[in-house]
């Protein structure tokens, strides 16, 4: 985990909440999922010396995941609500947000990474949506059926440097408390950006301001893991 993150998770108290290992196995399927990796290339015996092949690769992982999503997310799907006012509203938002397109996409890597999740925003008065993968996803707290407390954080490259935004959404006496930052790295320095009243934001509600997905395959690496395990990509 890079250290910035983990600077930011000490600051608000979550010390020993990570679980590293799912970090290094999404990260593994991420890359499987992308295409041939190294362990494409064997070395097997002969009998006289080891021969190094190459496995052949029809790419199974990534069309299959694809698949899945397509049959999930398609020009078919169609959400209705039976009020005619917030029908429009919600069909407005959701093309505004490339709904379909940017769906499909999060679901095949859900399918190939076992986690990721919606998270609605405003920017200016308008709705958003951020569209988060598995290796942008820290839950730091959970029980066997819901996830309480998560982190999600991105890192974009920026002319100078880095930036990275960080999204805690914390579940505290009086509900949902939304903590948000944003940094600049430039080499080792790192500094703070101004973001003003959207810091700290108080929901006043019970019930979380993000949407997980999930495979339905249990974590074989650890079944008591809020995390899932990925789907079909120990295919090649």
């Given at each position: 985990m890079e250290k910035i993150v983990?600077?930011?998770?000490n600051k608000h108290g979550?010390?020993?909440?990570?679980?590293?290992?799912?970090?290094?196995?999404?990260?593994?399927?991420?890359?499987?999922?992308k295409g041939p990796t190294k362990k494409y290339n064997?070395?097997?015996?002969?009998?006289?010396?080891?021969?190094?092949?190459?496995?052949?690769?029809?790419?199974?992982?990534?069309?299959?995941?694809?698949?899945?999503?397509?049959f999930f997310f398609n020009e078919k799907l169609d959400i209705t609500i039976d009020n005619t006012k917030i029908q429009k509203q919600i069909n407005e938002c959701?093309?505004?947000?490339?709904?379909?397109?940017?769906?499909?996409?999060l679901i095949q890597l859900v399918q190939a990474l076992g986690t990721g999740a919606f998270v609605p925003y405003l920017d200016n008065d308008v709705?958003?949506?951020?569209?988060?993968?598995?290796?942008n996803i820290i839950i730091l707290k959970?029980?066997?059926?819901?996830?309480?407390?998560?982190?999600?954080?991105?890192?974009?490259?920026?002319k100078d440097g880095e930036e990275y935004y960080f999204n805690l959404h914390v579940l505290e006496d009086k509900g949902y408390v939304i903590y948000n930052e944003k940094k600049i790295v430039k080499g080792k320095?790192?500094?703070?950006?101004?973001i003003g009243e959207t810091a700290k934001?108080?929901?006043?509600?019970?019930l979380p301001k993000f949407g997980m997905l999930f495979t339905p395959d249990i974590n074989n690496f650890d079944i008591d893991s809020p995390y899932r395990d990925k789907l079909l990509c120990e295919c090649y």
């Open positions: 983990k600077e930011f998770l979550y010390n020993g909440d990570i679980d590293e290992n799912q970090e290094t196995r999404v990260n593994d399927w991420l890359d499987i999922f064997v070395s097997i015996y002969n009998g006289i010396n080891y021969t190094k092949y190459k496995i052949k690769s029809l790419n199974l992982p990534s069309q299959m995941c694809g698949d899945l999503a397509d959701l093309e505004q947000n490339r709904f379909l397109h940017n769906g499909n996409k709705l958003k949506i951020n569209y988060v993968k598995a290796t959970a029980n066997a059926d819901e996830v309480i407390d998560v982190l999600f954080w991105s890192k974009n490259k920026t320095a790192a500094s703070d950006i101004n934001i108080e929901t006043k509600s019970f």
